[in-house]
């Protein structure tokens, strides 16, 4: 009954996790917040990060009740993500390996994600769709990888609406996304914007940019409300996820899809995706926010699972990388 | 345009001896006063240390100028070496234009930078240090390392 601790930090929310045969004994989490407008910025998020993350560690061994003796492995994020940030996390995992002499692991940050969302579930082999601030992937698994069906070419969908909340000055607080969310519940006309699907794959920087400059036209001349823009913003940019997701679907033939990252807490695009399946007649699995938004235990059951299968970082090959691809990982835990 | 560090030949041992000179003249329990014309002494904060190990005051003493490796004294060889491991893997980042080496020297842990511009090694030492600064907060604060059969 192997106890694997996991560090995540790959963006603004800090979190370390402890998960054991499938059951999260502790999961505790911060989130950097930036005033409304602005963005973070890596070295003030790493610089957050690394304020709070051994009080974290011992928050986290505290709600498990756990002390080091009991944890058998250390599972942080490899990559992909933002530099300094990424570094500050993993130098507190090789540290905290070699003083309780424990194996280490670096886990792919969206696989980590995925077998998260598989355990919480219990999708058995869903098609995936990772949608969150700095990824926007549509993923199958075949043959030990996971596969990227079909992806951003650009920007993610998350980077689209936080970027385009600081045009509009929305509150950072607890996330731009949720605030856009509960804006958009009120927005009333459909402004039509760009629809760019592009074959498997789909292109949100031309959408920002048109709605950023839309915005300042239309808000001034009172022809719609912010409302209205979070509103059409959100139809749209959805619309293309669900065709993607549905053309992945279609492919494999798939009877499953799960929702994991960020903007899965969406409750809008949970609502559309779940239309795509019903008309499908496949069933839509999504996760709460404790699990969508980033987190240690997403970390530490990857961990979990690379290390029965046996995987183990040398500690000299514990590196991070901001580029890391979802199928660079050799899947070894299934079938 | 600025003339290039060069690590001195010898590697550790070369820059070890300079080191010496140098910190003999910077006495742990003092913040400035007995500094060397051109040094910078910087004091971290002082450690929680748990019973039985004192307190753990880092003091890092940074060659002027001219000279091109930091010195973190820690309290045992173990501690330093963790300390190298833990910051290793990260120093292959930037290659392209800064260089970091790693020794330890007994209980010390000596970081060489070398850069074709000046500007490169500012930049990277800091926040290099403020990484240091997490790894020695993060020992102090776990605890004494395990007994390992490690020379």
Known sequence: ?335 | HATAMQASGGGAGGAEGRDDQHSSRTPACQSGSGSAEGEDVHRAPEGRGGPGRGRAVIEAAVARPGGDTLRVPFQLPLEADMARRSLLPDAQRHQGLIRKEFAVNGSDLLVRWTAEDLAFIRLSMNPFLDQLSLVIQNIQSLGPPPRQSLS
């Open chain 1, 1 to 335: 009954m192997p106890a694997v601790l996991g560090f995540e930090g790959s963006a603004n929310k800090i979190g370390v996790g402890v998960v054991r045969d499938g059951k999260v004994l502790a999961n505790p989490r911060r989130t950097y917040v930036t005033p409304p407008g602005t963005g973070f910025l890596p070295g003030d998020t790493a610089r957050h990060h690394r304020a709070v993350i051994l009080d974290l560690l011992q928050e986290a061994l505290t709600e498990a009740g756990l002390t080091s003796e009991d944890i058998d492995c250390i599972a942080y994020t490899k990559g992909p993500g933002m530099g300094a940030p990424l570094v500050s996390v993993a130098v507190v995992a090789r540290t905290v390996a070699q003083l309780w002499n424990k194996p280490i692991l670096g886990v792919n940050h969206c696989i980590g994600h995925i077998e998260m969302g598989r355990l919480i579930t219990g999708a058995t082999n869903p098609t995936v769709l990772y949608v969150s601030g700095g990824n926007t992937q549509v993923i199958a698994y075949s043959e030990h990888r996971y596969r990227i069906f079909g992806e951003t070419i650009d920007i993610a969908v998350g980077n689209c609406l936080d970027r385009f909340a600081r045009v509009l000055k929305i509150s950072n607080d607890p996330s731009p996304g949720y605030n856009i969310e509960q804006m958009a519940k009120r927005g009333k006309k459909l402004v039509e914007l760009p629809y760019t699907v592009k074959g498997m794959d789909v292109s949100f920087s031309g959408i920002l940019s048109f709605i950023e400059d839309v915005a300042q036209r239309m808000l001034a001349t009172g022809e719609c409300t912010p409302e209205d823009l979070c509103f059409s913003l959100q139809e749209t940019v959805f619309a293309m996820l669900v065709e993607i997701t549905e053309r992945a679907m279609a492919h494999c033939g798939s009877q499953e899809a799960l929702i994991v990252g960020g903007v899965g807490c969406n409750v809008r695009l949970q609502e559309m995706m779940e239309t795509m399946c019903q008309e499908r007649g496949a069933r839509l699995f999504a996760t709460d926010e404790r699990f969508c938004i980033d987190n240690g235990a997403m970390i530490a059951q990857a961990g979990w699972e690379m290390f029965q299968a046996g995987h183990r970082t040398p500690l000299s090959e514990t590196g991070i990388t901001q580029r890391y691809r979802t199928d660079e990982v050799e899947v070894t835990w299934r079938d």
